[in-house]
């Protein structure tokens, strides 16, 4: 499984951007999807989920304000940010995972990763 992610930049606070991730290889071995994040000067952190049955979980911080989706006719996987705060800044990256989504956002549960897109938010 091969992912590229794009679709990050810089936005003003309170803005939106949609992140996208493509799929490509082995996709039928893609069962959990994920977004994480990581902040400067934090550990990479988990922010999305969407398992293959369609549940999809979200960290606290991102609630109601983050949706992740995928469009397996196109092998894209989004991530769609509004509302955003300058807290959000972070080089964000797509994962998947060949087992169920465990919702416990560990890295190690991940075996493929993408390159990363930067997102900046200002004040």
């Known amino acids: 499984v091969h992912l590229v992610a794009s679709g990050g930049g810089s936005v003003q606070s309170g803005g939106s951007l949609r992140l996208s991730c493509a799929v490509s290889?082995?996709?039928?071995?893609?069962?959990?999807m994920a977004w994480f994040r990581q902040r400067p000067g934090k550990e990479r952190e988990g922010v999305a989920m969407?398992?293959?049955?369609?549940?999809?979980g979200y960290t606290d911080s991102v609630k109601g304000r983050f949706t992740i989706s995928q469009d397996y006719s196109e092998n894209m996987l989004y991530l769609q940010m509004n509302s955003l705060m300058p807290d959000d800044t972070a080089m964000y990256y797509c994962a998947a995972s060949t087992r169920l989504c465990s919702w416990a956002f560990a890295e190690y549960e991940f075996d493929y990763w993408g390159q990363g897109t930067q997102v900046t938010v200002s004040s």
């Open positions: 290889g082995k996709t039928h071995n893609a069962y959990c």
């Open positions: 969407l398992d293959s049955d369609g549940t999809t």
